[in-house]
Nanobody, 125 residues
Framework: QVQLVESGGGLVQAGGSLRLSCAAS????????MGWFRQAPGKEREFVAA????????YYADSVKGRFTISRDNAENTVYLQMNSLKSEDTAVYYC??????????????????WGQGTQVTVSS
C-alpha cells in the first residue's frame, strides 16, 4: 500500500515556475515507477510525465517537453515536477500516481495502482 500526497500547487503568472512535490508513505517507494497526470475542467485526465523506479528513465508528454522536469529522491520518498515557462493551458489539477511492473506504457493512467488527491495549478495570462 502506498499513500501519496501532493503539494506545491498555486496561482502563478504565465511564464512563471512552480515545483510540485508528491510525498509517499511506505518503505517500498523505491520499487514504484511514478507519474504525474493532470485534469483541466471539462477535460479528461492526461499524462504529463513519468519516471522509472531508479530515476534512470523519464518520459514526457509533448506538450510539456522542454518545460517540465520530473525527478525523484528515493531517500526522501518524494517525486517532484519542476514546471517552467508555464502557460494558461497548464491550468489543471495535478495528480501523482505510482505503479509497479514494466516502465513501458507509463503514459496510461489505467496502469497505475495508487493516486494522490491532487493539487491545483492555476496559470494566469
Amino acid at each position: 500500500q502506498v499513500q501519496l500526497v501532493e503539494s506545491g500547487g498555486g496561482l502563478v503568472q504565465a511564464g512563471g515556475s512552480l515545483r510540485l512535490s508528491c510525498a509517499a508513505s511506505g518503505r517500498t517507494f523505491s520499487s514504484y515507477h511514478m507519474g504525474w497526470f493532470r485534469q483541466a475542467p471539462g477535460k479528461e485526465r492526461e499524462f504529463v510525465a513519468a519516471i522509472s523506479w531508479d530515476g534512470g528513465s523519464t518520459y514526457y508528454a509533448d506538450s510539456v517537453k522542454g518545460r517540465f522536469t520530473i525527478s525523484r529522491d528515493n531517500a526522501e520518498n518524494t517525486v517532484y515536477l519542476q514546471m517552467n515557462s508555464l502557460k494558461s493551458e497548464d491550468t489543471a489539477v495535478y495528480y501523482c500516481a505510482a505503479r509497479l511492473g514494466p516502465f513501458r506504457n507509463s503514459d496510461q493512467a489505467d496502469k497505475y495502482d495508487y493516486w494522490g488527491q491532487g493539487t491545483q495549478v492555476t496559470v494566469s495570462s
